[in-house]
């Protein structure tokens, strides 16, 4: 026998934890759940905020992973989606969207001929910020008779991935302009670190940094003679901030259609947390201990959602706190007048929507307290 071949016989595919008509109770756990209502209602509330405004949406996939959504977010008026790994892109490609945005920088040969052998299929932007790249990602789009549209990414204040403003954009262009098989399609300009900045004061700063850095790599790029077609960028917790500035021809908001606790915490004008959008998406847990008044565990733990962004909040249940996660348990105090019993269903609003959603295979979409539909995650645990 091959040494290094598996001895264990696979598994059937995971099944989904529940059955549309099924009622919420009756439901396994933990399951990820999407009210539909909401869902729907932030659907519709992202176009009706931008009327007047002339700029695209390009919603980030990567909130969701899910083609079903994607597909309903485009005909809420979106031009395509974003999505950070090519392997998302395969899986959005593969459920019928035709216009995809890796932004970010895909690296590596295995990786680059996916990507062109996608822009056989949709059309497909990337992102650069290294010229290596930018002749790699030419002799790929040559060798396989494809094209792709090509952003220089900007360092805008994230100081993460993307080429400082001025020359270093203007010599990314060029090169782009002139490799063989790609388009200079503009700048991705994305300030990732202003999403949660907690008053509007702080976002507006961040927001108005990125602004004047790109306008003097935009005027740069006139001068050369290569005029950025789009510049795109923003997320949830600032888009009209770069919607509103002249600047930006799409914005790339993700979570708003989910919303997740972190996002709960920025702020208004007003000083309180701002409720444009709505809490749609949950984690059902079961109470599986309760030897303690004070105390419950549910089966909601480390394994089943993302802590990056803090714990998650109990829905709709006061004087009930998560307060704890290990691997496979999470921690309530109970307070009066929350009362709880031995397998109880509770609903969850995560700290952090995007790498929870990769956690799991199917949405549970429900309306009322009723199972309507099951979405596979398909883009779950494509991180390549």
């Known amino acids: 026998m091959n040494p290094s071949a598996s001895r264990t016989p696979p598994l059937p595919p995971h099944p989904a934890p529940a059955t549309v008509g099924m ?3 009756e439901v396994d756990t933990p399951a990820l759940l999407l009210d539909l209502d909401a869902f729907e209602r932030n659907l519709a509330r992202l176009p009706a ?3 007047g405004v002339s700029v695209r949406v390009r919603p980030h996939a990567k909130s969701h992973k899910c083609p079903d959504i994607a597909l309903r977010q485009i005909e809420h008026g979106a031009i395509g989606v974003c999505c950070q790994k090519v392997s998302e892109a395969e899986a959005m490609v593969r459920g019928g969207v035709k216009d995809v ?10 990786k680059i001929a996916r990507l062109v052998a996608l822009a056989k299929e949709a059309k497909m932007g990337v992102c650069v910020d290294d010229l290596g790249n930018v002749a790699d990602l030419s002799q790929a ?11 220089v990414e900007v360092n805008v204040g994230a100081n993460r991935c993307g080429a400082d403003p001025g020359a270093p954009v203007v010599a990314l262009a060029r090169a782009i302009a002139t490799g063989p098989g790609l388009t200079f399609a503009g700048l991705h300009a994305y300030h990732g670190a202003a999403q949660h900045k907690r008053t509007p004061a702080e976002r507006k700063q961040g927001i108005d940094d990125a602004v004047a850095k790109v306008k003097q790599t935009l005027a740069l790029l006139e001068q050369a003679g290569l005029p950025a077609r789009i510049v795109t960028g923003a997320g949830t917790g600032t888009y009209p901030l770069e919607a509103s500035s002249n600047v930006y021809h799409e914005i790339q908001p993700g979570s708003y259609i989910f919303m997740d606790a972190d996002y709960g915490r920025n702020l208004g004008a007003d000083g309180q947390p701002v409720h444009e959008f709505e809490h749609s998406l949950f984690l059902l847990a079961t109470v599986m201990s309760h030897t303690n008044p004070q105390r419950a565990a549910v089966d909601v733990g480390l394994k089943a959602h993302s802590v990056d962004s803090g714990l998650p909040l109990v829905h709709g249940l006061p004087g009930a706190t998560y307060v704890r996660a290990a691997d496979e348990h999470g921690v309530l105090a109970l ?10 269903k509770i609903r969850l609003i995560p700290g952090h929507c995007d790498p929870t959603v990769n956690l799991y295979d199917w949405m549970v979409c429900y309306r009322g ?3 309507e539909a099951l979405w596979p995650i398909t883009g779950r645990g494509r991180f390549y």
Do not use: C, F, M
């Open 23 to 25: 009622s919420l109770d």
């Open 49 to 51: 905020s931008l009327r």
């Open 101 to 110: 945005l890796v932004s970010n920088q895909v690296i590596g040969a295995t």
């Open 141 to 151: 789009a040559q060798r396989a008779g494809a094209k792709l549209d090509v952003y």
């Open 335 to 344: 307070t009066e007048p929350a009362t709880v019993t031995l397998g109880q």
């Open 369 to 371: 307290h009723h199972v």
